[in-house]
């Protein structure tokens, strides 16, 4: 489902460079809940956006669904781009629309017409448990709330793959677990496959088929949960 090639990324910022990943390659398969685990630093969040292009690798290739991304037109990688969904770890909606018009707005020239929207809507609120809210502004609603919506607007085109960049880091433990079950149910019920950034062993250990561990942009280990945690 997802393939990234010997990805390096490099930041190059007048007279300070820094190498954020280097040689990374990986593959993620379809239905897969996948962990990048790693210090703070490590290259993480820039590693998992270049699986939507929102990083576009200084060099190595990203392949998601079979489309080699970094070879689409513009009009084909927004395209491309819809079958990836995001999350966040602030949620980033917009705070004076409402959760219906958060959800609603990837869907802007999808071709769907309003009633078609307004189902679509209320399906997406129904499978986060969310359903009572769709009028409801962000600022009226707990983390755990606002994140569900944000995952509702990440799943609005019916995507392959959910980033989630430490999704659950703003939240306690109790809402973690249930953010975390319901990503675990999502995987179950689309098929959806999930890459998540976490610095929380509960998220690895709950959540994850496999992990990458990543130190200084590099990827010094990958595995099951058993193989990493058992190995000396
Ligand atoms: P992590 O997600 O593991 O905390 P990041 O991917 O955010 O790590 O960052 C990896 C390294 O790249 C850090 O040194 C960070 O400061 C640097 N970095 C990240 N984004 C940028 C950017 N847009 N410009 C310059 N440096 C960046
Ligand atoms: P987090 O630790 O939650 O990833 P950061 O504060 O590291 O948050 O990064 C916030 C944003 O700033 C990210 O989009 C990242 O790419 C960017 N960023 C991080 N480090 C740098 C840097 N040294 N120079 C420019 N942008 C950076």
């Known amino acids: 489902m997802i393939e990234l090639r010997d990805i390096d990324v490099v930041f190059n910022n007048g007279d300070r460079v820094v190498s954020a990943v280097k040689d990374v390659s990986l593959s993620i398969e379809k239905g897969e809940i996948y962990g990048i685990v790693g ?11 270049t699986i939507n292009l929102l990083q576009r690798p200084t060099t190595g290739s990203v392949t998601v669904n079979g489309s080699a991304l970094m070879d689409l037109a513009p009009r084909d990688l927004r395209q491309a781009r819809k079958k990836i969904g995001m999350i966040f770890q602030h949620f980033n909606l917009m705070e004076s629309r409402t959760i219906f018009e958060n959800v609603a ?15 679509k809507i209320a399906e997406l609120l129904d499978l986060v448990g969310l359903k009572e809210k769709t009028d409801a502004y962000p600022s009226q609603l707990s983390g755990g709330q606002k994140q569900r919506v944000a995952i509702a607007r990440a799943l609005a085109n019916d995507p392959d793959v959910l980033l989630c960049d430490e999704a659950t880091s703003a939240l306690d433990p109790k809402t973690t677990s249930s953010i975390l079950k319901l990503l675990k149910e999502l995987n179950q019920k689309l098929n959806l496959t999930i890459v998540i950034i976490t610095h929380e062993m509960a998220v690895v250990k ?11 942009g590099r990827v010094i280990e990958e595995g099951t949960i058993l193989n990493i945690f058992t190995n000396p």
Not at 39 to 49: D, E, F, I, Q
Not at 105 to 119: A, F, M, T, V
Not at 206 to 216: G, I, Q, W
């Open 39 to 49: 210090y703070s630093g490590a290259g993480k969040s820039t590693l998992v956006r």
């Open 105 to 119: 707005y990837p869907l802007k020239g999808s071709g769907l017409n309003r009633k078609e929207i307004s189902q």
């Open 206 to 216: 709950d959540l994850c088929d496999r992990v990458a561990v990543m130190s200084n």
